[in-house]
């Protein structure tokens, strides 16, 4: 990240600090729930779910493709296994009695029966026989109701004890078959509660002279894996049948090899009987049977695939870094270029890690994968309120200070885009607008200070509004002046127009002010007002401590002399043909042609008549032609106007200067 976005980051972190005490420790403490969210998201309700979904998510479409494992075999009782013993619960146990007898001799490592022998049935005597006569370890299902509740009762579970003393003695014994169905789902290994039996794959390897990879100790995720072949069941599974009651000797030498070297698992495959939700149901629809599960239990630790968890420190560390992460970018400026590659760097990490610890096969059981996006999406808005929180106070604060200069749409396009009023100066056209109250500075002398200072703010106060009303900015005061113009730092169409009514509208507001001047107080003159358009310099100038948005040039010259050009001329708005004509109204008189105090270039002077009938505009129209070739004809148009407007100061002005026109008809104000 550039050094750019870092100033960035500080001036991000200035912003927050000046949202206030409170809206600060109301962040702080969004973060805090952030992060204990990014951490322990496992353990809060909703969020439990979504991470449970996540992981199941996670386990099946990473999960490994495997062909058929060759080390365990399953022997089911299945549905027509059911059909054919006329007996469904219990299973049939002369079935099971027959079947070890011919497995025993064909050279399993280990046997186990995933059935809970927990009420008596008639065959009992044949099975406690066969199985004391096991030369194969082999192990019974054993439970208890303290660790397996709900699937087994005080009676039940007597009875089951009662069962498995018998066996002492022997090669076979008791084996766990309880699992953790932790949320509804078997994705853990069961975890090791003192005084129940080993689990019953870890008994097996351990009878088997496999002892080392049982993995004591481990009760973390069960790898679970998809089949590679649609067709192929992950591990053979045989029916019952095929072993308690072979029709010629020859079936069990063709059986043998099925058999011998691995690892046997012996109960039931049958549908609505012992199926088990696993991480793979959500995805598959599909509960395998308990057996199954066993069965992978088994495979995991004969691959060594004890999966490793991220240790307690890591988790903090990881959701500690993402609320960081989020804290940093919600610093960042919306507009900077660097925060939008960075959010899809920091979601497609938020989203991806997860993943990949799956795939490079790590335990994600309880990693906080949704609690990271949610730890993460919650420090960004905290961060970025608080932000919007100071940038609200801080636009109150520019736009109430530029306010008083500047229109709304103005300060808040500036406020948006503050490059605008960058520390240097450019070439424009504006519309230029002077005014000055006639008579004020006599005034002040003759009143005292404070009154003098209540009735300036009024009437500044006044002619400022007209400006801003009218979406002009304000130059600067110079006394009780007023300069003022449109066409920057923005520019709009109708300008020109808004120039206009603005310096009519300036005339009649400083009307108003005079009539309300309190009694007794000495009178002011009119407010006049000069208008130009042209060329000028505009921006801020000074320095980085003290600056001033002005402009510059003879554009504003013009206006302040034109302005100043009212008291010669007996009128109280004056414009130059340069602004009439850019102005789209059709309200301009023209008022002739003057060369101004302190210029040689002489200018064509147009005053605003709304009210001014628009024949006698015409005629006046008419009449500043005439002037130029035939001055006898000129003056009697505006005599004849004069006596049709007897009270119009402005225009018995014009016939007096018409009347003594110099050669070059432009008459020279002194």
Same mark, same amino acid.
Request: proline share 6%.
């Given at each position: 990240?550039? $050094? ?5 980051? $500080? ?18 403490? =969004? ?44 022997? !089911? ?22 079947a070890?007898?011919?497995?025993? $001799?064909?050279?399993?490592?280990a ?20 199985? /004391?006569?096991?030369? %194969? ?59 129940l ?6 008994? #097996? ?17 069960? /790898?679970?894996? *998809? /089949?590679?072949?649609?067709? %192929?069941?992950l ?25 011998a ?24 629809? *599909?509960?395998?049977p ?36 989020? $804290?940093?970018?919600?610093?960042l ?28 096969? !790590?335990? %994600? ?25 100071a ?9 109430g ?24 100066? *450019? ?9 000055d ?14 009154? =003098? ?12 509004? !007209? !400006? ?14 007023? =300069? ?21 509208? #300036? ?21 006049r ?64 042609? =003057?060369?101004? /105090? ?16 628009a ?18 004809a ?18 018995l ?6 009347l ?11």
């Amino acid at each position: 990240m550039p $050094a750019r976005s870092f100033g960035m980051l $500080a001036r991000g972190w200035r912003n927050i600090r000046e949202a206030g005490g409170r809206r600060l420790a109301l962040t702080a403490l =969004v973060l805090l729930i952030a992060l204990l969210l990014a951490r322990l998201s496992w353990q809060v309700p909703v969020a439990d779910q979504a991470e449970r979904n996540l992981y199941d998510l996670r386990s099946y479409l990473l999960a490994e493709q495997v062909e058929q494992d060759p080390r365990v075999v399953l022997v !089911v009782y299945n549905d027509q296994t059911l059909i054919a013993s006329r007996k469904r619960s219990p299973l049939d146990r002369g079935i099971l009695a027959r079947a070890l007898r011919n497995i025993d $001799a064909m050279g399993a490592k280990a046997i186990a029966i995933d059935i809970l022998f927990d009420q008596p049935q008639d065959e009992d005597e044949a099975l406690i026989a066969a199985l /004391r006569a096991m030369k %194969t370890p082999t192990f019974v299902g054993y439970a208890e109701t303290a660790s397996n509740e709900g699937e087994i009762v005080y009676e039940q579970e007597q009875f089951l004890k009662s069962f498995i003393a018998r066996l002492a003695g022997s090669r076979a014994g008791p084996a766990s078959v309880r699992f953790d169905d932790e949320a509804g789902a078997t994705r853990l290994w069961p975890s090791i509660v003192p005084g129940l039996p080993p689990v019953l794959g870890r008994a #097996m390897l351990a009878a088997a002279g496999d002892g080392p990879k049982t993995m004591p100790g481990y009760d973390g995720a069960i /790898r679970y894996r *998809e /089949r590679a072949l649609e067709d %192929t069941p992950l591990f053979t599974e045989l029916p019952i049948d095929t072993f308690a009651d072979p029709p010629a000797p020859d079936l069990l030498a063709e059986l043998a090899p099925t058999v011998a070297g691995r690892y046997v698992l012996i109960g039931g495959d049958i549908v609505g009987y012992d199926r088990v939700t696993t991480t793979f149901t959500a995805a598959t629809h *599909e509960k395998p049977p308990g057996l199954a599960v066993h069965a992978e239990m088994i495979a995991q630790m004969l691959d060594g695939a004890q999966l490793p968890h991220p240790s307690p420190a890591a988790l903090w560390a990881a959701a500690l870094a993402v609320v960081g992460a989020a $804290a940093l970018t919600g610093l960042l400026e919306l507009r900077s270029v660097w925060l939008y590659p960075l959010l899809a760097l920091q979601f497609a990490t938020l989203i991806g890690a997860p993943f990949a610890l799956q795939a490079r096969g !790590v335990d %994600t059981y309880g990693l906080p994968a949704a609690g990271w996006v949610i730890g993460w999406g919650l420090a960004f808005a905290a961060i970025t309120s608080a932000a919007r929180a100071a940038g609200a106070v801080q636009r109150r604060f520019a736009q109430g200070a530029l306010g008083k200069y500047l229109p709304k749409s103005i300060a808040d396009e500036i406020i948006e885009h503050p490059e605008l009023l960058a520390l240097h100066g *450019e070439k424009k056209d504006i519309f230029v607008l002077f005014s000055d109250l006639e008579g004020f500075t006599k005034m002040s002398h003759a009143i005292a200070p404070e009154m =003098v200072a209540t009735l300036l703010n009024r009437y500044l106060e006044t002619l400022s509004q !007209v !400006v801003l009303d009218h979406g002009g900015v304000i130059d600067k005061f110079v006394g009780d002046a007023v =300069v003022a113009f449109w066409g920057a730092p923005i520019a709009r169409p109708d300008d020109g127009e808004r120039a206009a009514r603005a310096g009519y509208a #300036m005339w009649q507001a400083g009307e108003a002010f005079r009539a309300g001047i309190e009694p007794g107080l000495p009178p002011v003159g009119k407010t006049r007002v000069g208008l130009h358009w042209g060329e000028a310099v505009v921006g801020n100038f000074g320095g980085e401590n003290r600056i001033q948005y002005t402009a510059l040039g003879d554009s504003m010259n013009t206006a302040s002399r034109l302005e100043s050009a009212n008291k010669s001329l007996d009128s109280a708005v004056m414009a130059s043909r340069e602004f009439a004509e850019r102005s789209g109204l059709d309200w301009w008189r023209p008022m002739g042609r =003057v060369v101004l /105090r302190g210029r040689s270039k002489p200018v064509d002077l147009f005053e605003p008549a709304p009210d001014f009938p628009a024949a006698d505009r015409a005629a006046l129209h008419q009449a500043t032609i005439l002037a130029e070739t035939d001055q006898e004809a000129a003056i009697a148009v505006i005599a004849a106007l004069v006596e049709k407007h007897p009270g119009d100061a402005a225009l018995l002005n014009l016939l007096e200067r018409t009347l003594n026109l110099p050669p070059d008809r432009a008459y020279v104000l002194g």
